[in-house]
Nanobody, 122 residues
């Protein structure tokens, strides 16, 4: 079974930065897309950033220009660098991915990990 382990969350003041990490096991990591999702209190989980096996990235409008997704295939890891954080960025952040040729969407393909909590104070 694919396992996803997120880390790096914490408490930060508005305007601050955090870097999240996700390590993946159980798949050939380099062949598929990866993404970061977040779930804010009282809201549905949303896809905020993706990176393909070739390194192409996409971002939700709400985070564009502030977040940067990257991956290290040698480490089976995907990262999310978050800057200029806002209180509305608060939530539990999860990573997920897809098999080769599958585009990421609102629903995660693999079983969700525990996520990592990000709290941004005003």
């Amino acid at each position: 079974q694919v396992q996803l382990v997120e880390s790096g969350g914490g408490l930060v003041q508005a305007g601050g930065s955090l870097r999240l990490s996700c390590t993946v096991s159980g798949i050939i990591f380099s062949t598929g897309a990866m993404g970061w999702y977040r779930q804010a209190p009282g809201k549905q989980r949303e896809l905020v950033a993706t990176i393909t096996s070739a390194g192409s990235t996409t971002y939700a409008d709400s985070v564009k220009g502030r977040y940067s997704i990257s991956r290290d295939n040698a480490k089976n890891a995907v990262y999310l660098q978050m800057s200029s954080l806002k209180p509305e960025d608060t939530g539990v952040y999860y990573c997920n991915g897809g098999p080769p040729g599958r585009k990421l969407g609102a629903a995660g393909y693999y079983s969700w990990g525990q996520g990592t909590q990000v709290t941004v104070s005003s």
